[in-house]
Structures are given as C-alpha cells and as structure tokens.
C-alpha cells in the first residue's frame, strides 16, 4: 500500500470519485467514517455547478453519508465568491447558464440576475447583462445560448464556472460543461475565463475554508487535465483515482503527474488507516 503522509486537509473531487450519477462508489460510508475518525478535514470540491452545497447534502445522506453544508465547494459557489472579489455585486448584472447551483451563490452574493433576450443596446444602455456565467445545466435550450451569445457579443463578461469537457455519469460518459463553453466561444470569437478547475482559484479557496497549507494539503480526483493538473498549478500534492474519467494508461502521455495513482477510495481509505493509526 503506498504511504501518505503530512496530510492534514484533503480536497475531495465528487463525480468519478465519490459516485457515479446517482450510484454511489463502493466503499463511500467507510471512508467518510474513516476520515472523520481520524480528523482529517476535507472540502468536497466539485467543478459541477448544477446543485447547490445544500442538494449535495441531500444527495450524500441518501448514499449514507452525513456531512455539512460548510464541507461543499462547488464551481457554482466558487464563481460566485470569485466575481463578488472582482466586482460591486449591487451593481452588476449577470445572465446565468445553469440552475440553482449556479444561480443561488450569485443571488445570495447580491447579483442581479436577468432574463432571456435582456441584452444592452445603444437604446437599452441598462439592459442586459455584464457578466455571462456558463455552468452545467440539463435545461439547456437555444433561447439561453442565443441570449449568453447575444449578451457576450454585446460586451458582456464571460465566465465559465468550469471547462469539463465530458461528465461521468451512470449512464456513461456524456458532454460537460466545457462543450458548451466551447460552441458559444465559437459564436462570439471570446474565450472564457474558467474559475473550476484546473485553475487554482477553487483549490485556493478550499485551502482557506480547510485552514491548510499547500504542502500539507491533498487533492483526490479522477481528472488529469483538471483535478490532478489543478493540484500541480497550486502547489500540492494529489492522488488520482482510477473510477472515473482517467486512465492509468493516460499518465504514460502525461507531462504531469498526481503524487500517487490508487484505484479507488477504498484503496485511499486503507492507505489512510495504515498511515494514521
């Protein structure tokens, strides 16, 4: 078993490496026993932006777990903290792609947020949107992406909550977030800014809710390109899981690497009680 060490925090991706869907990884109970046992603190940080911290909780008590609102990180939740650094929340309008998990951090932050084919205009100087978030959202229809687009082209900022590609899910591996990201850059020639990962932003501000350092902080993912590249541009260290979209055959074209490559979260579960008991 490989040995982990230093570890006081640990930032937990949830998709391919909690769940898959609505179907629990094995060994999800245990290991959320164990890092309570051992008081390992940990932030669930989730570049999904459709639920909010409350609905995961809903969502993990239903697979037998029982955590806090305050242990869930979602791109949602980062965007929303991210932009009230950047701009006057009172004072800003934002047109959301997506649903509560990335509509309710913005309202709850103080953001205006407006409607389909509220666009600013020479007519309509206060019309509109300045910013354009984009998250995952499965009631996507053209009227959202023709009024992001609109508003985009009209000079509005634009956001991605996260630039996921393609999503585990039960039913297999689908589109993300990322591919919607990608058609309205093509429509409007813009590219976004990604607050998820692997931007640091979201790993930075797990760091502060956990209290860590970087050098006794730990990333678990499943993701090369964003949870495992995330940890490399912050700083700390990270252990890929092999349940969701990476393979152990993709880190041999890697140019970077997580710290340690295990299977699953049982696997981690019974590193964790070697190391710390």
């Not at 060490?5 to 769940?19: C, E």
């Not at 205009?121 to 949107?129: E, L, S, T, V």
């Not at 996507?140 to 609109?150: E, F, H, P, R, V």
Request: hydrophobic share 40%.
């Amino acid at each position: 078993m490989q040995s982990v060490t230093n570890i006081r925090g640990l930032i937990i991706d949830m998709d391919g490496v909690l769940w898959h869907g609505t179907e629990a990884i094995p060994g999800l109970i245990d290991f959320f026993q164990t890092l309570n046992d051992l008081n390992i603190r940990y932030i669930l940080a989730t570049n999904n932006a459709s639920l909010t911290p409350a609905q995961y909780v809903i969502k993990l008590a239903k697979m037998g777990v029982s955590i806090t609102e305050d242990k869930i990180l979602t791109s949602g939740l980062a965007t929303a903290l991210y932009l009230s650094e950047e701009v006057n929340p009172k004072n800003t309008a934002v047109f959301v792609i997506g649903v509560d998990g990335a509509t309710q951090p913005l309202r709850e932050m103080g953001f205006t947020l407006t409607g389909l084919y509220e666009i600013k205009d020479a007519q309509h100087p206060n019309k509109g949107a300045d910013i354009v978030v984009c998250g995952k959202d499965e009631t996507l229809s053209w009227d959202k992406l023709a009024t992001a687009t609109l508003n985009i082209r009209a000079g509005a900022r634009f956001i991605g909550t996260n630039g996921d590609t393609t999503l585990p899910t039960e039913h297999g591996v689908t589109h993300g977030n990322g591919a919607i990201l990608a058609g309205l850059e093509v429509a409007t020639g813009i590219k976004p800014t990604i607050i998820g990962k692997p931007e640091p932003i979201m790993y930075q501000q797990a760091m502060t809710l956990l209290g860590t350092k970087p050098q006794e902080t730990v990333a678990i993912g499943d993701r090369l390109e964003t949870d495992i590249l995330g940890a490399v541009r912050t700083g700390i260290r990270s252990i890929m899981v092999l349940t969701g979209i990476s393979s152990a055959e993709d880190l041999k074209t890697s140019d970077y690497q997580p710290t340690w490559v295990m299977q699953d979260i049982i696997a981690i579960t019974e590193a964790l009680k070697q190391q710390y008991r």
